[in-house]
Structure formats: C-alpha cells, structure tokens
C-alpha cells in the first residue's frame, strides 16, 4: 500500500458539501486550504481587497460555523481551514498531499479545473473527485500518466461529518496502491465505512438507494397509500431513519432526486428496472412548481404558520391524487399495531411478510423488488454482496443492507414471492441455492463471512479484528447474563460488557451486572473488561422510573441504597484489580458519562454525545459524577496555582447548565473526558476493538489505583463565587429559582460543604454529600414533576 501521510489538503469549492467535506478533514486532524472561484460581482474598488476576493469562501465557513447540525466536531478546528481563491491562490495546490474537486456536477467545468490542477500539483500528490455521478474516467481526459495514476473518486455523502460512507471509485489508470491506502486511510484517519466502486453510473448507495424510493413513490400510488403513512411504515419500524421516503425525498431535495432517477434511466438502457420508471405526474407536479422540498420550504410536506392545540406548526402532506396540501393523516393499518409490539427486526420482518393489509402489502412489494434489483446489480456494480450492503447501512442510514433483509426473510422464501409477484432474480441466487446454501451470511466460530457469486463460495468479511460486532458471540455461551446485560468472551482473555435494557438505560440490573462482571474478571484471571455495545446509543441514563417509583412512595431507605450502589459501581470501576475500558458512542448521558470518568480509559467515537444531564430532571449527578468533578477540580488547582476560583466556576457551570458534549472533542473541552486516559476513535465501528487493544496495553503490570484522600476543596470561599455564579445565571434568565436550589446543591458537595476554609478530603467524604444532595431533591415537587414531565414527553421541563 502507498506509503504517504495526508497533513494538508486542498479542497476545491465551498459549497455546501465542499465546506462540509473541509470542516471533516480539518476535525480529523489536516490543515486545509479551501478554494473558490472570485465573486461575480465583485466591484472595480474590490479587486486589490484579499478579503473581497475570497468573499464566496470566507462566506461559506462563517456559515458553517452557525450551522446546525454542526459540520465542525469542534468550532475551534476552523482555525484550520485557509481560504482563498483560484485566481490568485490555485499554485498553493503544490504543497497539499491531496486535492479534492467539489465543483459544480458539470464535466466540463471538472475537466478545466483538473487541467489548472495539472498545472500546479506536485508530482505523487493524489487527486480526487466528489461527483455523486459523473463517470470518473471521464475526467482524466487529456491529463498526464502520473495525474492518472493518482486519481480517483471520492464520494462523500451530505453531510460530510454525520454521514458514514465513503465510496471509492478508481478508474483504469489508478494505481492499485492508491486505491488501497484511501479505502485505509479513509475508514482509520476519517471514520468513514470506505465502499469500493466500480465507475458505473451513480455507484452504488445512490444506485439502490434512489431505485428503492422510486420503487416506494411507485407502489404508494399504485396501492393509495397516503406520504404520512408510508413515512411510517417505511421509517424504523423497517430499521430505516425516522424521515422515511417522502420525508427523505424533502431533506435531499426532490430536484437532486429526479435529477439522479432521469440520470440512471440515460446512463443504464440495460437497467431492467430503472428503465421502465417514469417521473410520476406528482412529482413533476413538485418540479414544476420548484417545491424542492427543505431547500424551497415546501415539497412533499408543507410546514404552516399555523399551530396544533400542543403549539406545534401545523404540517400540511401532498395528497398525491388531488395534488392539494391536505392536513397529514395516517391510516390505522394492522401491520404498524403490529410491528410496534415487535423489537428485534428479523421478527417483524418475518410479520411483514405474513401480513396481508395495504401497507403489508407495499413494504413485501418493495423489499422483493429490492431483492430482484440487488441480486441483477451483481456483478455489474460490485463484485460483493457486502459492498452493496455497507454502502445502504452507510450512505442511507439502514440499520441492515438488502442482501441482510433478505436474509432475514430467506433467500428461498424471498425468491419463490419475488417469482410470484413478477419479479427477475439474478441466476447466480438461483445456484447458491441449488448447491445448498441456505444465506448470503454466514457466522463461524465468530466470524462472520459472505458468499461470493464469482468463487461460489464463502469468504471471511475484510477487517477481521478491527471490528468487534458482538452479534457475532450470540451463539456462544455467555460468561454471564441477566435481562439487562451479557458478559461476552471477546477473546485474549478479555471480556466485553454489553448492554441490553430499553435505551440502553441503567437500572438495577446494569449496575448487579458491571459488578458482577468486574468481580468475574478479577476473580477467575481475565486481562480485563470492555464496556461497550454496538447500539446506535451507549446509554441515555439512569432509569427515571426506578428513581421516580421509589420517590414517589418516599421509600427513602430502598433509594438510599439505589444511589448508593450507582455510586459504589462507579468506584468498583475505578478501584478494579484489573482495567476497565469503556468504548462508546451516540448518547452517553448521566450515569454513563459517570462509568466513563471512572473507568481506566475511555475509547470514545468521535460522534459521543456525552454529558452530565440530571439538571433537567431536578438532580444533580449521583452516581460519583459530582465527587468526580470535584476530584477534577482538585487536580486542575495543582497545576494552575492561582486560578482555583475560575477553574471550578468552570466545573461547576458545566454540571449546573446540563451541558452536552456534541463530538468527543468537545467532551475533553467540558472536561468529561481526559487527554491522559482516554482516546477519540473516528470510525465508530472500531471502538470496542480499540477498547479492547487498550485493555490488553493496561494489562501489562497493571497497578490498581489507591482511594484519594488529597481532595482540595475550597469550602466557604468556594461557596460564595459559586453562589454568585448561581445568581447570575437566575439575573441572565438562565435558570429558574428550582435550578438555583438544584445548583447551590451541586456547589455544596464541589466545594466539601461549609468548610471554614479550604481543606484536603478523601473520595467517600463527597460521596456522601452527593448522595445527601440527590436525595434531598428526591423529595422536592418541582423535581418530582421534571421527572414525571420527562418520562411521559421524553423533554425536560423548566419550572
């Protein structure tokens, strides 16, 4: 493989997706330098003004940096980004290590930037195109043997940052050793599921994917299903994202959409099934109107001005036929009721497909026209079937790709209703079959493998132990299980932790089960413990229920107990025999925010949210989080010397205004995570193998860690700037009088109470002013009724 380090980059274009694509590589670690063409209005006054010249470019970061959902892990990492212009900037290509063209989807255009890339580029620096369409040889046109040999397309999907998939698309004349270090170096440096294309029209993800919305659109007017009830029945009650189709057709924009359907059916004569599609009379209705959906403020839905009895806006749905804005209606169909009572996707597909109502009806139709497509794409746009399957998981957010659908369903049964639906599926299926092969997946002794149509066989999934996916240890005894967790031997004498309990929320059983399992790993000789789960969400929390049960019945001596087993777990963790990682991703939310500053080290996917969140429900963090910021507090006074105040104003202001860390990066700026321990991995599938590599690390000569006693707390002088800090946040209507309570309480146990001055105490000292605090607001109405708002609304409530 290539033998190159990326540290600089140009990015050609800032546009939505070029700025997208600069602000993910300037969060990954490279400097960037972002170019665009000179402002076409740019005035006669204007044209010796550096900042005028780059106006498009500067424009597009300043609006990058207020952009929600933020395209930057942290804001701080703009500083990394140069901006400039072709005109005068262009020969400043020559120090980057790789060039990216995100220019307007036109080949002519591509090819007259390439031609000035030529010109400019060092010799060996790789050169890349983000078309989601354009044939990528197409653009090499006219250009040098070693521009040939170094480039190649690199589709990023939108937005750059959130979206996993990165297709990689040579051509002829790449180098296989350029290939191969981007399909490397883009799943390790950038965090994506790299996908490896051939150049065939729209690649892969938007190939099937577009088809199965086209296919849906179809059905649904053919069935007379309204959008609302298709975006539900087509969202997760199929492991598909929230928006759907429609939905999904209104976020990227019914103008790209057809735009990519009226590509496929030019650039694919031979597509048996995209051939035949025509743009349906609503959806020129929507392009002719230029209702583009988010982009236009109006497409398949409408947002009104108006507002429900809940204060909610009013959203109007096309009705397809009328082609009218009619109030959004969904029907009430058996096979939702049905689907809803249902948690594990293999069994509600296997409902689908017995199912025999309208929407049972289109969801069969389109997961067996899916089948019949993905199977006749093979080889023609990949010669994988798990290629195919990455590129859906990654690039449209389906929780399984088509070949995994279908082996839910069966391969045979999928085949024999495709056939009788009218349905063509790909002989190679056929001849799988008939030699005896029953899946497109196979698991063995853990390992997961896939049938290759080529070699007629199966063969190991590329990545081996770089990715731990514990699905893969299901048919292997557990070292030890209850309702809420199983103990997986993930190998070396190293044992994983997972998660099962709705959410992922910690209740009782957690807690018993990460004691049991630290107890197991010290006691019978294992290296150590991994705390991870492959869920979308490590964990939203502590189980509010349990928490409000308890209150509500005042059994003050049962959540006595509760808190304090939250906090004993906490310590269990730091105080091991043995080391204890945790590896995580989305939500890490109060007590696993708490787990994680008490664990050993922290392997963290670059998308955690993390933060200490219990403000919102009326609390303050009880299972060690407060003690720990405390303790964090102490440490950071050693080094600074003299800004002791600032700091734990600083510490306190992060607990008191609940804030959430929205990228790992931004967890080590609110001090929930630590430089010294713990680690930000980007691609989010190798976190629990990277956990378990730094388990192994720590296991050398692993010391266990002695209880603190040295904790600087600074007493009634810390009390009063807090106290202050406190009020200022009621002056500035930051909070209400029920958060100063709460937030005097968090002040007390970080400053050790009424001390008359500041003193050194030990870890169980402020345990126990925790705890007296947590229970304390137990018992306050206010709090009783955040927690009751929260459980039935899933908000919090400021009172």
């Known amino acids: ?184 170096f883009g799943d390790i440096i950038l965090g994506k ?109 409408e947002k009104t001005a108006e507002k429900d009895a809940n204060g909610r806006p009013v959203i109007l749905a096309l009705n397809l036929k009328t082609l009218k804005y009619e109030p959004s209606k969904k029907e009430k169909l058996p096979i939702l009721d049905t689907l809803k009572q249902i948690d594990e996707l293999p069994r509600r597909m296997k409902a689908i497909f017995k199912g025999t109502d309208k929407g049972a009806e289109l969801l069969q139709r389109s997961f067996l026209g899916l089948f019949a497509y993905a199977s006749n794409r093979v080889p023609e746009i990949s010669d994988t079937l798990f290629a195919i399957d990455d590129a859906l998981r990654a690039g449209f957010a389906w929780e399984k790709g088509p070949f995994e659908y279908w082996d839910m369903v069966g391969v045979e049964e999928g085949v024999a209703a495709a056939e009788a639906r009218g349905e063509k599926i790909a002989p190679w299926v056929k001849e799988m079959l008939k030699e005896g092969h029953t899946g497109f997946y196979k698991l063995t002794d853990g390992k997961r493998s896939c049938y290759n149509p080529a070699t007629k066989t199966y063969e190991p999934l590329p990545g081996g132990e770089a990715f731990i996916v514990l699905d893969a240890f299901r048919d292997k005894k557990p070292v030890y299980q209850n309702a809420e967790v199983t103990l997986h031997d993930i190998g070396d004498g190293v044992l994983c932790l997972e998660f099962h309990s709705k959410m992922n929320a910690i209740g009782e059983g957690i807690l018993r089960g990460l004691n049991e399992s630290v107890r197991i790993a010290e006691e019978e000789g294992w290296k150590g413990l991994v705390i991870g789960n492959n869920a979308q969400n490590f964990t939203v929390g502590a189980n509010l229920m349990m928490i409000a049960m308890m209150a509500y019945q005042q059994e003050w001596d049962e959540l006595n107990m509760a808190v304090n087993l939250f906090q ?41 949210y993390i933060g200490l969140v219990e403000v919102g429900v009326g609390l303050i963090p009880g299972g060690a989080g407060t003690k720990e910021f405390a303790v964090r507090a102490s440490d950071a006074y050693n080094r600074e010397g003299d800004v002791q105040i600032p700091t734990l104003i600083e510490k306190f202001k992060t607990i008191a205004t609940a804030q959430v860390a929205t990228s790992a990066n931004q967890a080590f700026n609110y001090g929930y995570l630590l430089p010294e321990k713990d680690q930000i991995v980007y691609n989010t599938a190798r976190n629990i193998a990277e956990a378990k590599a730094k388990v192994l690390e720590l296991s050398n000569n692993y010391t266990t860690p002695i209880p603190r006693k040295d904790i600087l707390v600074l007493g009634r002088t810390g009390l009063g700037a807090l106290y202050i800090a406190a009020h200022s946040l009621k002056l500035g209507n930051y909070a209400s009088e029920h958060d100063i309570k709460i937030a005097k309480k968090i002040a007390w146990v970080l400053c050790g109470g009424d001390l008359t001055s500041p003193q050194e105490v030990s870890e169980k000292y402020l345990l126990d002013l925790e705890r007296e605090a947590f229970l304390s607001l137990c018992g306050e109405k206010k709090t009783l009724e955040r927690i009751q708002h929260m459980l039935e609304s899933g908000k919090p409530l400021r009172n």
Not at 134 to 143: A, S
Not at 577 to 585: D, G, I, L, N
């Open 1 to 184: 493989m290539l033998n190159k380090h990326i540290r600089k980059v140009a990015v050609l274009g800032s546009g939505l997706m070029g700025t997208g694509i600069a602000a993910h590589l300037a969060g990954c670690g490279m400097e960037v330098l972002m170019l665009d063409i000179l402002p076409p209005d740019l005035k006669e006054s204007e044209l010796n003004n550096p900042a005028a010249r780059n106006r498009i470019g500067q424009t597009a970061l300043a609006t990058a940096l207020k952009a929600k959902p933020a395209p930057f892990y942290d804001n701080k990492f703009a500083t990394r980004i140069t901006v400039g212009n072709f005109e005068d900037d262009f020969q400043k290509i020559k120090d980057c290590d790789w060039i990216i063209e995100v220019v307007v989807e036109r080949l002519d255009i591509k090819k007259q930037v390439f031609e000035k890339v030529e010109k400019y580029r060092s010799d060996g620096s790789l050169i890349s195109s983000n078309t989601s369409g354009i044939p990528i040889h197409l653009m090499t046109e006219g250009r040098s043997a070693d521009f040939k040999k170094h480039f190649l397309g690199t589709h990023f999907f939108n937005p750059a940052r959130y979206m996993r998939l990165l297709e990689i698309i040579p051509t002829p004349d790449t180098s296989p050793d350029v290939t191969a270090f981007f399909m490397h």
């Open 568 to 608: 004993q777990t906490s310590m269990r963790l730091r105080y091991s025999a043995v080391p204890v990682v945790m590896a995580t991703q989305g939500y890490v939310f109060g007590g696993g925010c708490e787990f994680a500053m008490h664990c050993d080290g922290v392997m963290a996917a670059a998308e955690s």
């Open 193 to 301: 599921q790299t996908v490896l294309c051939k150049d065939t029209p729209a690649f892969i993800a938007n190939r099937v994917g577009v088809y199965a919305m086209a296919k849906i659109f179809q059905l649904t007017e053919e069935i007379g299903l309204d959008i609302a009830t298709v975006d539900t029945l087509t969202g997760p009650a199929i492991g598909r994202p929230k928006t759907g189709t429609f939905r999904l057709g209104d976020l990227v924009g019914m103008d790209t959409a057809a735009h990519v359907i009226d590509g496929m059916r030019k650039n694919c004569p031979n597509d048996e099934q995209i051939s035949t599609f025509e743009i349906p009379a609503f959806l020129k209705f929507l392009l002719d109107n230029k209702f583009y959906g988010n982009k236009s403020g109006k497409g398949f839905y």
